[in-house]
């Protein structure tokens, strides 16, 4: 993700830019985001999943599966937000090039 967002960031910087190139970052970032949020999802449910069997078998090694999704969890909101922010700011841009 580092280098989508730094040519994110270098498509920004730049006083005129090619759109298709913008067009296609945008792409690459809005697909990056979709992977982001299917793993938010699947992390979501297996979190859920051993939290209403954690009782259940080995409790010491769920309590650390738990706590090891958590932080990828958090990890992995904070690059969305990151992420959909950056985006946000090259389609703005990218609408500021067109006019």
């Known amino acids: 993700m580092t280098e989508l967002l730094a040519q ?15 067009e296609r970052i945008l792409t690459d ?12 999802w699947r992390l979501e449910k297996r979190i859920d999943e051993l939290a209403h069997g ?18 990828r969890l958090d990890g992995n909101a904070g690059e969305l937000v990151l ?9 703005r841009h990218a609408e500021a090039v067109r006019v």
């Open 8 to 22: 994110i960031s270098a498509l920004i910087a730049e006083p005129e830019c090619d759109r298709e190139r913008i």
């Open 29 to 40: 970032g809005y697909a990056h985001a979709l992977s982001l949020e299917g793993e938010k």
């Open 54 to 71: 954690l009782q259940r078998g080995n409790t010491e090694g769920k309590a650390k599966e738990l706590s090891s999704l958590t932080k």
């Open 83 to 91: 992420l959909r922010r950056r985006l946000g700011e090259l389609r």
